[in-house]
Nanobody
């Protein structure tokens, strides 16, 4: 079993930056692909970014490519999402996820989410 706890969300003006963190419990963290998803009010949850267990492979949604960066520190059981040049449309609850075979979907473990609000 893996427990995930996100932090770092908040209110920021458009053009600003935030860094989300997700700390995982358990010694198997380093084996797992990790991902970030988001869900805006009235919309379905969508893929944002993912990183392989080694950090050597990353994927991004087209909407965040060039602005967001996913990274991980296996020694700290933590995955990060650096978000720059934020836009109002980035407003959503951001979820951390662990353990997927294809990085972009079908994750087995989910955090509770952290709210990101971008004001115009």
């Amino acid at each position: 079993q893996v427990q995930l706890v996100e932090s770092g969300g908040g209110l920021v003006q458009a053009g600003g930056s935030l860094r989300l963190s997700c700390v995982a419990s358990g010694r198997t963290f380093r084996r797992y692909a990790m991902g970030w998803f988001r869900q805006a009010p009235g919309k379905e949850r969508e893929f944002v970014a993912a990183i392989s267990w080694s950090g050597g492979i990353t994927y991004y949604a087209d909407s965040v490519k060039g602005r967001f960066t996913i990274s991980r520190d296996n020694a700290k059981n933590t995955v990060y999402l650096q978000m720059n040049t934020l836009k109002p449309e980035d407003t959503a609850v951001y979820y951390c996820a662990a353990d997927s075979a294809d990085l972009k979907s079908r994750y087995n473990y989910w955090g509770q989410g952290t709210q990101v609000t971008v004001s115009s």
